[in-house]
């Protein structure tokens, strides 16, 4: 069974850093692309970073350039995003979710760690 | 890159057929048929129900499909069942993020 498990959220202070890990299991990892795509309270959902299946190929939305970084293992299963420099508004659930390829979608997420920023 | 336009919601009630568009831009829907389509209950896992525009994976009902023309993708539902009220999204590649969503739109089954 295909499983993706996000922790490493929680409160963190403005200006603060905060690391994500995305636990996957049940499928070959490292043949997956994968993505972070997170959800305000009470907006919807807004894509975050993309990391290629090598590491090869990394995108950021503008809204986290500079600030966030996105990483994999895939001798661990495993996903991060390294975001620092957090804002309020970044607030937000954030989601894992995998990609075999950019036709198909992203088939399978997590569900999702809370990122609260605030003093 | 400006997200894709949705209505917020929409309603119809059990057994209707309901579509919910989506408008982007000659940049995401209009260039690529790399559209796709979720189903969100809030708590849980986003679904994935359409990809490449119309194609349903695997355990998805057919009741779902999916459609574009020009800058607009459109979700229909029909057979409408009280677990299709959810948020659904669509997603489309770009040339510039690579991906983008619309705003969501929740669905309420009367």
């Known amino acids: 069974e295909v499983q993706l498990v996000e922790s490493g959220g929680g409160l963190v202070q403005p200006g603060g850093s905060l690391r994500l890990s995305c636990a996957a299991s049940?499928?070959?990892?490292?043949?997956?692309?994968m993505n972070w795509v997170r959800q305000a309270p009470g907006k919807g959902l807004e894509w975050v970073s993309y990391i290629s299946s090598r590491s090869s190929i990394i995108y950021y939305a503008d809204s986290v350039k500079g600030r966030f970084t996105i990483s994999r293992d895939n001798a661990k299963n495993s996903l991060y995003l390294q975001m620092n420099s957090l804002r309020a508004e970044d607030t937000a659930v954030y989601f894992c979710?995998?990609?075999?390829?950019?036709?198909?979608?992203?088939?399978?997420w997590g569900q999702g760690t809370l990122v609260t920023v605030s003093s | 890159q400006s997200a894709l336009t949705q209505p917020a919601s929409v309603s119809g009630s059990p057994g209707q057929s309901i579509t919910i568009s989506c408008t982007g831009t000659s940049s995401d829907i209009g260039a690529y048929n790399y559209v796709s389509w979720y189903q969100h209950h809030p708590g849980k896992a986003p679904q994935l129900m359409i990809y490449?525009?119309?194609n349903r994976p695997s355990g998805i009902s057919n009741r779902f499909s999916g459609s574009k023309s020009g800058n607009t993708a459109s979700l229909t539902i029909s057979g409408l069942q009280a677990e299709d009220e959810a948020d659904y999204y669509c997603?489309?590649?770009?040339?510039?993020?690579?991906?983008?969503f619309g705003g969501g739109t929740k669905l309420t089954v009367l």
């Open positions: 049940g499928f070959t990892f490292s043949t997956y692309s």
């Open positions: 490449e525009v119309s």
């Open positions: 979710a995998r990609e075999e390829d950019i036709k198909y979608g992203s088939d399978y």
């Open positions: 997603c489309s590649y770009t040339s510039s993020s690579p991906w983008v």
